[in-house]
């Protein structure tokens, strides 16, 4: 049984584990929190909770509208966020719950340190790994109030016509926060508290799924393309093109130790960075001079990584014509970002080269029982009429897990993951001791 209270790691504060628990500790449980972390001064407490509304959208987490009044309260926002992991027996509660961790240390650093890109102000964030618990309250972001653009939807991004300057703003924030942690600017304690390797990359890692197991979600993904060859553009419904995705899927489970260890090997490319910022998990507005300027959210997983693997977090829910006219552009523009914040001086052919490793595991691994999923919440997915079809655009699971498995096939065919691998083969042989 989850109490309704536990101890958090990172401040010492006792918090509440569920909404249901806060709902019972309200104002005075904010007053201690903020207190204890120097959001809210000693001589100012929240003296009432006037909206706690339960808010639904996302899946890793449950979250609450909050409004709030304090004594002053001079400067401090009182329109207020909250977020818990999903509740005990969910199935997916762990999984989910975990990245938490990093995003908790992620908003605490930010109240001691200047991050080079905005992102909510935090007011309290803990976490009790024992219980599995956290909690995260920032100030919450007014999307479309005042100069800020209304929030985007995940995989829509057909609806924009300015796509390309959104991922061009992202991927230059995203640099810069890695190359602003390279040069020495976000304090002493991001190598205690995002370690490299961390969880995912502890042993080098290991692909989660043995061949058989791969083997098997090939062919439920052959299955998908033979009941919805429509919902797979290009050529990724063919004979032709499964084939040579599952043979090129046979050579990274054989050589993954020696693609994880190249990446995770490279020195100059380890930065923190944001792991998962496509564009619906930041918000945008324009200045006077139209200028476009962005905010990140969502920092589940926020940790040192290849800087690679982090393009790939950006570029995973792109649409396809965007990623091949403009890919190219985006990582010169995330390499030059991440040289001039302070970052190694690598270059983009190394970067372009990590890029095309990170994507023959990450996107493989993240995306390959996406057909499941699909069907899962959308049974009769062969019959929508395409991928713009409002029973597939309406269920969100559905629509994100298609939408990205189709990223997934264009980045790994765009990548010549046989050819990456058969590069990366030759380097390592040419770095082994005689």
Known sequence: MLPEVVTGEETGTEFPTTIESFRKVGADFLTRAFHSVGTLPADDRVTAITRADEFVGGGMGRKLLLDVEYARGDGLARQLFVKFPLDEGHPQREIFTWPMQAE????????????????????????????????????RIGYGEGAIEPALEKCQDFRLDDQF????????????????????KLGSTI?????????????????????????????????????APHLLPKNFATDEFLDRFARETRLVIEHQDKIYGYLNAASDFIALCHWNINIDNAWFWRDEQNRLGVGFLDWGSAGQMNIARAFWGMACAAELDLMDAKREALMEAFVDQYRTAGGPQISLDEFRFMYRLAISVDAFHWMIDAPTIVATHLPDYPTVRDRFDPRLQNVFLARAQQHILTVMLNEFSSANVEDAIGELLTRVDERAPV
């Open 165 to 184: 300057d959104r991922y061009l703003v992202v991927s230059r924030a995203n640099a810069a926060l890695a190359g602003e942690h390279r040069a020495g």
């Open 191 to 227: 190598a205690e508290k995002f370690r490299f390797p961390g969880p995912r990359q502890i042993g080098g890692e290991r692909f989660p799924h043995d061949q058989a197991n791969v083997d098997l979600r090939i062919e439920r993904l052959r299955a998908y393309a033979k009941k």
């Open 104 to 139: 908790v240390r992620f908003y605490l650093l930010s109240i001691q340190t200047p991050l080079p890109v905005p992102i909510p102000t935090a007011f309290f964030a803990d976490f009790n790994s024992e219980a599995l618990c956290g909690i995260l309250i920032t100030e």
